[in-house]
T-cell receptor, first 114, second 110 residues
Framework: ETGVTQSPTHLIKTRGQQVTLRCSSQ?????VSWYQQALGQGPQFIFQ???????GRGNFPPRFSGLQFPNYSSELNVNALELDDSALYLC?????????????FGQGTRLTVV | SQELEQSPQSLIVQEGKNLTINCTSS?????LYWYKQKYGEGLIFLMM?????EEKSHEKITAKLDEKKQQSSLHITASQPSHAGIYLC??????????FGTGTSLTVIP
């Protein structure tokens, strides 16, 4: 067990709706990264938060946004959901912003958009 | 953006056999990571390589980094059913971005 908890584990939403996914980081970690993993593909980097600031972003549209809280837990928000947003969303926590040194991953949230 | 190509895409081996998975980068590697994923679950960190020529081992898994070739290999000795899963390489890129490889699905037949 990594100590990184994601909620909910599964979620079904309708196209056009908004969704919030949550991630609690491992104790002592100040960096959280979010990834989208479509079925049969490798994870795609969405963005990273370091000490409550967005610290890096992948090729995702602005309707993907996030927050990091003072306790370093994080949220991923997706607006105007599209069918292609259906995927496993993974968060990872680590202790440094510049490296994914021993990043620990949560079990993921499986989002289905219908 | 960086591309990490893994080969083979999938692998089926008999228990006890050795195997190698390769990860080739289209850009300079600043750090190369190997992860294992069981279907639909989170990723488990295996090891990280930072310097050319670096080699690390954990139990029966050994990873090497060839910086000049922009390539890393993951070698499993005497495979076991517990080694089954999807192996992903990942790499840091400037701008605090991180890219994963295309993945290699490993099946170990008892």
């Amino acid at each position: 067990e990594t100590g990184v908890t994601q909620s909910p584990t599964h979620l079904i939403k309708t196209r056009g709706q908004q969704v919030t996914l949550r991630c609690s980081s491992q104790s002592g970690h100040n960096t959280v990264s979010w990834y989208q993993q479509a079925l049969g593909q490798g994870p795609q980097f969405i963005f990273q938060y370091y000490r409550e600031e967005e610290n890096g972003r992948g090729n995702f549209p602005p309707r993907f946004s996030g927050l990091q809280f003072p306790n370093y837990s994080s949220e991923l928000n997706v607006n105007a959901l599209e069918l292609d947003d259906s995927a496993l969303y993974l968060c990872a926590s680590s202790s440094e912003a510049t490296l994914n040194t021993e990043a620990f991953f949560g079990q993921g949230t499986r989002l289905t958009v219908v | 953006s960086q591309e990490l190509e893994q080969s083979p895409q999938s692998l089926i081996v008999q228990e006890g056999k050795n195997l190698t998975i390769n990860c080739t980068s289209s850009k300079t590697l600043y750090g190369l990571y190997w992860y294992k994923q069981k279907y639909g679950e989170g990723l488990i960190f295996l090891m990280m390589l930072q310097k050319g020529g670096e080699e690390k081992s954990h139990e029966k898994i050994t990873a090497k980094l060839d910086e000049k070739k922009q390539q890393s290999s993951l070698h499993i000795t005497a495979s076991q059913p517990s080694h089954a899963g999807i192996y992903l390489c990942g790499a840091d890129q400037p701008g605090n971005q991180f890219y994963f490889g295309t993945g290699t699905s490993l099946t170990v037949i008892p």
